[in-house]
């Protein structure tokens, strides 16, 4: 399997890793932390050297109570940011935006990634710039309002109703001519969910990788705040280090990997491999063609 993006091929053979860069004086993990060009810079870096295969930068936090922005005050804060990293590194980058204008103005900037949480509920014509653009596109499963992403009461089945969410999501995205080779879909851990559902959902992943054969699953559950409930209500908001999941082909462990490297960087894979076993503040989740053991085996570390 191999997913599109507007500046190449990405291929699905084994489980890739997302990171996380919030530019929001407000997000749950790491807000305020990376507000200036250059700390954003340092921490893509930091990140790169840590393992990630795809930046993904976001503006507006969306955890609950997070501040709702205009589209100008969010593309304020991220276009610097994806500009230069894209300057400086190979790494591909996703822009997390529910709105087109942000859309728009990222992939100029240099993403190739589209990460919608709502799933094109918010914004439909974020489907028309991703297929103008030939753009990646992850459509997320979620419910309610962006005031109510979190305060939705639970569904009865939650599987049932993430299979006809992303299938009305996925029907959109075609409707515009998005192809399936850009699409990626995201269970969505964490948005209006129970503790009992996020939990079924990672125990269950494969139901949702059969029903759904032709697209990369994405699977965010790093540091939100479920872990903590299950830990004993340990607090796992703040952390120096955070990555969300990507894809990867069917139910294939992770062996070590090639790393994104900064462009002119020669620093070799050794010295990257003994960084990331140094540094017990990294946080991982998976996106991908994975089994229910894998899952497992990855959530254990968090």
């Known amino acids: 399997m191999e997913w599109k993006t507007s500046r190449r091929l990405i291929s699905m053979d084994r489980p ?18 990376y507000l200036s060009v250059d700390d954003a810079l340092k921490r893509a870096e930091n990140m790169i050297d840590e393992g ?44 997390d935006t529910t709105k087109s204008e942000v859309v728009e ?9 589209i990460n919608d949480i709502s799933g094109l509920r918010f914004d439909v014509r974020i489907a ?27 569904v009865d089945d939650i599987f049932l109703d993430i299979q006809t969410d992303l299938k009305r999501a996925v029907g959109v995205a075609h409707s515009y001519d998005v192809k399936d080779e850009q699409i990626a879909l995201d269970v969505g851990i964490g948005f209006g969910k129970t503790l009992e559902q996020n939990l079924e959902l990672i125990a269950k992943l494969d139901r949702l ?32 280090r955070q990555h969300s999941g990507c894809v990867n082909s069917r139910k294939k462990r992770c ?9 002119g960087n020669s620093r070799s894979n050794k ?3 003994e960084t990331r076993v140094r540094d017990n503040e990294i946080s991982t989740s998976v996106i991908g063609r994975i089994g229910p053991p894998f899952a497992v085996r990855l959530y254990g570390l968090l």
């Open 128 to 154: 028309d710039a991703a297929a103008r653009n030939n753009a990646g596109l992850i459509l997320m499963h979620s419910r309610g309002t962006r005031e109510t992403l979190h305060s939705e009461p639970p």
């Open 255 to 263: 062996k070590d990997r090639p790393r994104a490297r900064c462009k």
């Open 16 to 33: 890739l890793v997302m990171a996380i860069l919030n530019v929001t004086p407000d997000s749950f993990s790491d807000g305020g932390e």
């Open 105 to 113: 103005q990222a992939i100029q900037s240099g993403a190739e990634i």
């Open 209 to 240: 990788v059969d029903e759904f054969s032709e697209y990369p699953i994405l699977v965010g559950a790093s540091r939100k705040s479920f872990i903590g409930k299950v830990l004993g209500d340990l607090i796992v908001g703040k952390a120096r």
């Open 271 to 273: 010295s990257r491999r």
């Open 52 to 95: 990630a295969d795809i930046i993904d930068v976001g503006g507006e936090s969306t955890r609950p109570g997070g501040n709702v922005l205009d589209a100008e005050q969010e593309i304020d804060r991220v276009i610097p940011v994806i500009a230069e990293i894209s300057k400086r590194f190979e790494t591909p980058i996703s822009i």
